[in-house]
Protein backbone atom coordinates (compact mmCIF):
# COMPACT_ATOMS: atom_id res chain seq x y z
CA UNK A 1 0.00 0.00 0.00
CA UNK A 2 1.46 3.51 -1.02
CA UNK A 3 1.32 5.87 1.34
CA UNK A 4 0.17 9.41 0.34
CA UNK A 5 0.56 11.63 3.34
CA UNK A 6 2.99 12.24 5.69
CA UNK A 7 0.73 10.76 9.20
CA UNK A 8 -2.60 10.14 9.79
CA UNK A 9 -3.74 13.14 11.04
CA UNK A 10 -3.14 14.53 7.51
CA UNK A 11 -5.25 11.37 6.22
CA UNK A 12 -8.05 12.17 8.33
CA UNK A 13 -7.96 15.91 7.33
CA UNK A 14 -7.85 14.92 3.83
CA UNK A 15 -10.79 12.41 4.03
CA UNK A 16 -13.34 13.54 6.68
CA UNK A 17 -16.32 13.95 5.74
CA UNK A 18 -19.86 13.38 7.50
CA UNK A 19 -21.30 11.54 4.84
CA UNK A 20 -23.05 8.38 5.87
CA UNK A 21 -24.76 5.91 3.46
CA UNK A 22 -28.60 5.82 3.06
CA UNK A 23 -29.12 2.61 4.58
CA UNK A 24 -26.61 2.75 7.38
CA UNK A 25 -28.31 6.77 8.05
CA UNK A 26 -31.63 4.88 8.31
CA UNK A 27 -30.51 1.85 10.76
CA UNK A 28 -28.71 4.51 13.55
CA UNK A 29 -32.11 6.36 12.94
CA UNK A 30 -34.21 3.14 14.30
CA UNK A 31 -31.66 2.35 16.65
CA UNK A 32 -31.45 5.72 18.22
CA UNK A 33 -33.32 4.70 21.54
CA UNK A 34 -31.58 1.18 22.12
CA UNK A 35 -29.29 2.82 24.66
CA UNK A 36 -31.94 4.46 26.56
CA UNK A 37 -34.10 1.61 26.59
CA UNK A 38 -31.14 -0.50 27.51
CA UNK A 39 -31.37 -3.74 25.30
CA UNK A 40 -31.34 -4.89 21.66
CA UNK A 41 -34.59 -6.80 20.52
CA UNK A 42 -34.17 -9.88 17.98
CA UNK A 43 -35.06 -7.77 14.88
CA UNK A 44 -33.01 -5.36 16.03
CA UNK A 45 -30.01 -7.73 16.43
CA UNK A 46 -30.62 -9.29 13.15
CA UNK A 47 -30.99 -6.14 11.63
CA UNK A 48 -27.23 -5.08 12.54
CA UNK A 49 -25.85 -8.57 11.87
CA UNK A 50 -27.23 -8.37 8.24
CA UNK A 51 -25.82 -4.83 7.65
CA UNK A 52 -22.47 -6.04 9.26
CA UNK A 53 -22.65 -9.30 7.56
CA UNK A 54 -25.05 -11.75 5.94
CA UNK A 55 -22.50 -14.08 5.88
CA UNK A 56 -23.99 -15.37 9.27
CA UNK A 57 -27.29 -15.27 9.24
CA UNK A 58 -28.09 -18.40 10.42
CA UNK A 59 -26.06 -18.07 13.32
CA UNK A 60 -27.92 -14.89 14.60
CA UNK A 61 -30.67 -16.84 14.25
CA UNK A 62 -29.63 -19.36 16.91
CA UNK A 63 -29.71 -16.46 19.43
CA UNK A 64 -33.17 -16.31 21.27
CA UNK A 65 -35.04 -13.11 21.86
CA UNK A 66 -34.44 -13.58 25.84
CA UNK A 67 -30.19 -14.23 24.95
CA UNK A 68 -30.45 -11.32 22.85
CA UNK A 69 -32.13 -8.84 25.58
CA UNK A 70 -30.27 -10.54 28.85
CA UNK A 71 -26.61 -9.76 27.43
CA UNK A 72 -27.76 -6.33 25.60
CA UNK A 73 -28.90 -5.69 28.78
CA UNK A 74 -25.68 -5.84 30.59
CA UNK A 75 -23.79 -4.36 27.99
CA UNK A 76 -25.59 -1.00 27.80
CA UNK A 77 -25.19 -1.12 31.62
CA UNK A 78 -21.44 -1.36 32.07
CA UNK A 79 -18.65 0.99 30.95
CA UNK A 80 -16.33 -1.50 30.56
CA UNK A 81 -15.51 -1.69 26.93
CA UNK A 82 -13.62 -5.39 27.64
CA UNK A 83 -16.98 -6.73 29.25
CA UNK A 84 -19.29 -5.09 25.85
CA UNK A 85 -17.09 -6.87 23.33
CA UNK A 86 -16.80 -10.18 25.77
CA UNK A 87 -20.20 -10.13 26.19
CA UNK A 88 -21.46 -9.30 22.50
CA UNK A 89 -19.34 -12.09 21.10
CA UNK A 90 -20.68 -14.99 23.31
CA UNK A 91 -23.78 -14.72 20.99
CA UNK A 92 -23.83 -16.95 18.10
CA UNK A 93 -22.04 -15.33 14.64
CA UNK A 94 -21.06 -12.86 16.40
CA UNK A 95 -17.23 -11.99 16.56
CA UNK A 96 -15.27 -8.64 17.31
CA UNK A 97 -16.27 -6.73 14.06
CA UNK A 98 -20.10 -7.61 14.55
CA UNK A 99 -19.76 -6.93 17.93
CA UNK A 100 -18.08 -3.11 16.91
CA UNK A 101 -21.03 -2.88 14.94
CA UNK A 102 -23.53 -3.57 17.74
CA UNK A 103 -21.75 -0.73 19.47
CA UNK A 104 -21.12 1.58 16.50
CA UNK A 105 -24.54 1.27 15.48
CA UNK A 106 -26.22 2.18 18.73
CA UNK A 107 -23.22 5.30 19.58
CA UNK A 108 -21.88 6.46 16.40
CA UNK A 109 -20.51 9.06 18.39
CA UNK A 110 -18.46 6.66 20.72
CA UNK A 111 -17.55 3.89 18.45
CA UNK A 112 -16.45 2.78 15.20
CA UNK A 113 -16.83 -0.64 13.47
CA UNK A 114 -13.42 -2.55 13.62
CA UNK A 115 -12.61 -3.36 10.14
CA UNK A 116 -9.36 -4.58 7.92
CA UNK A 117 -9.16 -1.36 6.48
CA UNK A 118 -9.25 1.17 8.77
CA UNK A 119 -6.87 -1.61 10.88
CA UNK A 120 -4.51 -1.68 7.80
CA UNK A 121 -4.46 2.55 7.72
CA UNK A 122 -3.26 2.98 11.35
CA UNK A 123 -0.88 -0.03 11.04
CA UNK A 124 0.63 1.81 7.74
CA UNK A 125 0.69 5.00 10.19
CA UNK A 126 2.36 3.30 12.85
CA UNK A 127 -0.64 3.70 14.99
CA UNK A 128 -1.33 -0.07 16.06
CA UNK A 129 2.16 -2.30 15.77
CA UNK A 130 0.22 -5.43 15.63
CA UNK A 131 -1.22 -7.44 12.59
CA UNK A 132 -0.40 -5.92 9.51
CA UNK A 133 -3.46 -7.46 7.71
CA UNK A 134 -6.37 -6.25 10.21
CA UNK A 135 -7.57 -9.57 10.87
CA UNK A 136 -8.23 -12.18 13.95
CA UNK A 137 -8.98 -9.17 16.51
CA UNK A 138 -9.07 -9.93 19.91
CA UNK A 139 -10.05 -7.73 22.67
CA UNK A 140 -6.53 -5.95 23.04
CA UNK A 141 -6.86 -5.03 19.92
CA UNK A 142 -10.54 -3.56 20.07
CA UNK A 143 -9.48 -1.22 23.17
CA UNK A 144 -6.91 0.01 21.26
CA UNK A 145 -8.44 0.64 18.00
CA UNK A 146 -11.91 2.50 19.90
CA UNK A 147 -8.90 4.51 22.17
CA UNK A 148 -7.08 5.40 19.09
CA UNK A 149 -10.67 6.19 17.00
CA UNK A 150 -11.68 8.90 20.39
CA UNK A 151 -8.02 9.89 20.07
CA UNK A 152 -8.94 11.04 16.79
CA UNK A 153 -13.00 12.23 17.09
CA UNK A 154 -11.41 14.27 20.03
CA UNK A 155 -8.71 16.12 18.13
CA UNK A 156 -10.87 17.15 14.56
CA UNK A 157 -14.53 17.43 16.75
CA UNK A 158 -16.28 14.55 15.27
CA UNK A 159 -17.50 11.09 16.01
CA UNK A 160 -15.41 8.11 16.47
CA UNK A 161 -17.32 6.96 13.64
CA UNK A 162 -16.69 9.85 11.15
CA UNK A 163 -12.69 9.04 11.82
CA UNK A 164 -13.69 5.07 11.32
CA UNK A 165 -15.11 6.36 8.19
CA UNK A 166 -12.65 8.61 6.87
CA UNK A 167 -10.04 5.54 7.20
CA UNK A 168 -11.77 3.52 5.18
CA UNK A 169 -12.55 6.02 2.82
CA UNK A 170 -8.40 6.40 2.59
CA UNK A 171 -7.49 2.77 2.27
CA UNK A 172 -10.12 2.14 -0.69
CA UNK A 173 -8.48 4.98 -2.41
CA UNK A 174 -4.89 3.61 -1.95
CA UNK A 175 -5.78 -0.10 -1.79
CA UNK A 176 -3.89 -2.37 -4.51
CA UNK A 177 -4.73 -5.82 -5.44
CA UNK A 178 -7.49 -7.86 -3.49
CA UNK A 179 -8.64 -6.82 0.11
CA UNK A 180 -8.28 -10.39 1.11
CA UNK A 181 -5.85 -12.01 -0.53
Known amino acids: MKKKYK???EV??????????EKTTQLIKELRNVK????????????????KSGRNKKHYLENS??????????VFSTNLEEIRIELLTSLHGIKIPTASAILT???????????????QILYAYNEVGVKPEGKNFDVDDWTNYI???RYFAKEFSVSARNIEKALFDYHR????????S
Open 105 to 119: LTDPKNYGVIDIRVW
Open 65 to 74: DEEIKSISEK
Open 12 to 21: IKHHLANNEE
Open 7 to 9: NIT
Open 147 to 149: QKL
Open 36 to 51: KKGYLTKDEFIKIGMW
Open 173 to 180: SVQEGNLY
